[in-house]
């Protein structure tokens, strides 16, 4: 009896959640319907040349007014070495990234915008230093985030990935764009490999004879379900897309570091900063402090974030994170 009164104030506080996230929902979905009805439809064009025009333009602004009389001294320290090579007092330019990534790699975002920005601006000579930090996550996430890097290998930027901390599954298959990896002695570095889990509750339903019905077109549309009774069939086809995963992010290495003994390393394990550099992961060891200081006084630092304004989903995707939280918390306190 006792037990079934906790259950049943348990529901009564996740039900008083899900009404209180409707009302949420009710009020978000007015207010975005009063706007629509004070804006007519309209298809939003932007110039994209006068946009890398701009971003150009706001680097150099930023470089003039930032510590004139560091830079001054750095340029005076250079100007004999550079002269007549078109490019008297200018410094070659260190452009600093950051990229902390999270499972859905997220910081993709802002990655591109970055790496647009440096395109746009970067002269001869100019580098790109990217401090990553992820345990890795996602395919399609890291697999797009890998191929910003690339575009700045494409356009003849060099760029030198620092990891100080972690930089796992995911996270290498960034790295190894790099023309140059840097590891501190503890990073953690490797795990070239792909995992697919997903929790299945098929026994529990047929125990309280709950029936559950998956209908799909196409033979492989679903290999593995939640609720449904999984097949041998469907256990193989999901296995051999892992396969197929793993491949092609063993080519991806493949492809920017080629003399890299992949049999070795593509069988899941990381290892950490010293003997990574003994497998060839990483080109050396030491930290981005060190890079930095290394460069300052051959090189103008940069450093670039992009602050993207929040989307009316990505608020909204907040709400809802928490009263997940808030949901969660409500379940731990009953184990």
């Not at 049943?8 to 009710?26: D, E, H, S």
């Not at 559950?212 to 679903?222: M, N, S, Y």
């Amino acid at each position: 009896m006792e037990f079934i009164q906790d259950y049943a104030l348990f529901l009564a506080r996740v039900l008083t959640l899900l009404v209180a996230f409707a009302v949420i929902l009710g009020m978000l979905g007015g207010m975005a319907g009063k706007r629509r009805g004070r804006q007519r439809e309209q298809l939003e064009v932007e110039p994209l040349n006068r946009r890398y025009e701009a971003m150009s333009r706001r680097i150099e602004q930023g470089i003039q007014t930032a510590r004139p009389r560091l830079l001054q001294r750095l340029r005076e320290r250079r100007r004999g070495k550079r002269r007549g090579q078109g490019g008297e007092g200018r410094l070659p330019r260190l452009f600093v990234l950051d990229f902390d990534g999270d499972i859905r790699a997220t910081a993709v975002d802002a990655l591109r915008e970055e790496v647009s920005a440096i395109i746009a601006t970067a002269k001869r000579d100019d580098e790109v230093l990217l401090r990553l930090e992820s345990p890795g996550g996602m395919v399609p996430g890291y697999g797009l985030a890998a191929s910003q890097l690339a575009r700045l290998r494409e356009a003849n930027i060099r760029l030198t990935i620092a990891v100080d901390r972690v930089a796992a599954s995911g996270g290498y298959l960034m790295a190894c764009v790099a023309d140059r990896i840097v590891a501190a002695p503890f990073a953690v570095i490797g795990s070239i490999g792909v995992v697919g889990q997903l929790p299945n509750f098929h026994g529990l339903l047929k125990r309280h004879d709950i029936e559950f019905e998956l209908h799909t077109a196409g033979e492989h549309k679903r290999d593995l379900t939640v609720f449904g009774e999984n097949t041998d069939e469907g256990r193989a086809k999901f296995r051999e897309s892992l396969q197929e995963v793993h491949d092609l992010f063993k080519h991806h290495i493949g492809r920017y570091r080629p003399r890299l003994k992949l049999d070795d390393v593509a069988t899941g394990e990381h290892w950490l900063g010293e003997r990574a550099l003994e497998l060839g992961l990483v080109d050396d060891l030491g930290t981005s402090d060190d890079l930095l200081l290394e460069r300052r006084e051959r090189m103008e630092l940069i450093g670039l974030t992009w602050h993207p304004t929040p989307s009316f989903r990505r608020r909204l995707s907040v709400v809802v994170e928490s009263l997940v939280a808030r949901l969660s918390g409500l379940s731990r306190a009953r184990m």
